[in-house]
C-alpha cells in the first residue's frame, strides 16, 4: 500500500492520470501517456502517447508507444508453481495475496525478468483482455475484446479467442515488413504532425510511405 501512497503523491499534479488510479511509485509513466480511472499498475513502465481506459489492471509490463488498451484488462497475470510442494504464494512470496509474511525474501525473485510482459508500439487490446506473464506482442498487434493470450503474438497480428489464435494480418507481408524497418513510433511529433495524411487513410500508400522513411 505504501508503493501506491508514494505513486499517488509522485503523478498528483499530472492531469493526464486520474487521482482514482493506483499507480505504484516504482512505475514509469511518459508525460504524453493517459490513465484513466480505477487503472492499476505495478512495476511497469508506459511510453509515449500510450492510453490506458478504466479498471485495467497491468504487473510487470512494459508497453511501447502508441498503444490503445481498452478497459478492465489484465496485464502480466502472474501464475503459481506447479513444481513445488504447494501451489500456495505464502511459502514462496513475502508480500503475498494472504498478507501474511511468513519469508523475508522471495524465493522467485530471480524468475521476474522472465514472467515480464513486452508490448510493442502501436498496439491495440480488446476489452476484458487476459494476458499472461511472459508473452511478447509485435508492434502493430491488435487483441479482440474477451481474448484470453497465452503465447506471444507477431506483429501486426490480429487475434481474438480463448485461447487467443492468429484469425488474419493487418497488412501483406511487404507492408509489414516496410513498417517495421519504418518505425515511425520513433519519429518526433512534427515530423508525424506534417505527414499525418498518412494516418488518416484506409489505403496504406507504399511508395508513400518509403518517401516518408527516407
Known amino acids: 500500500m505504501a508503493h501506491f501512497v508514494k505513486g499517488f503523491i509522485k503523478n498528483l499534479f499530472n492531469p493526464r492520470i486520474s487521482i482514482f488510479a493506483f499507480i505504484s511509485s516504482n512505475v514509469k509513466i511518459a508525460d504524453t501517456s493517459a490513465i484513466y480511472r480505477g487503472v492499476k499498475i505495478k512495476r511497469s513502465e508506459i511510453s509515449e502517447y500510450t492510453y490506458i481506459s478504466a479498471n485495467t489492471v497491468i504487473d510487470n509490463t512494459n508497453i511501447g508507444k502508441f ?73 502493430g498487434a491488435c487483441i479482440g475484446a474477451g481474448a484470453v493470450v497465452v503465447k506471444d503474438i507477431p506483429p501486426y497480428a490480429i487475434v481474438g479467442g480463448v485461447p487467443a489464435k492468429i484469425l488474419k494480418y493487418r497488412f501483406d507481408t511487404d507492408t509489414i515488413k516496410l513498417l517495421e524497418n519504418l518505425q515511425w513510433w520513433n519519429l518526433s511529433k512534427d515530423v508525424l504532425k506534417d505527414n499525418i495524411h498518412l494516418f488518416q487513410t484506409e489505403t496504406i500508400d507504399t511508395e508513400s510511405l518509403i518517401q516518408f522513411l527516407k
Open 67 to 139: 498503444c490503445s488498451i481498452a478497459d478492465n484488462c489484465r496485464i502480466g497475470m502472474s501464475g503459481h508453481s506447479l513444481k513445488c510442494l504447494s501451489t500456495s504464494p505464502i511459502f514462496n512470496i513475502s508480500l503475498n495475496a494472504l498478507q501474511d509474511k511468513w519469508i523475508s525474501k522471495d524465493t522467485f525473485e530471480s524468475e521476474l525478468d522472465e514472467e515480464r510482459v513486452c508490448i510493442g508500439n502501436d498496439v491495440w487490446i480488446g476489452s476484458h483482455v487476459l494476458i499472461k506473464g511472459g508473452v511478447r506482442i509485435g508492434d
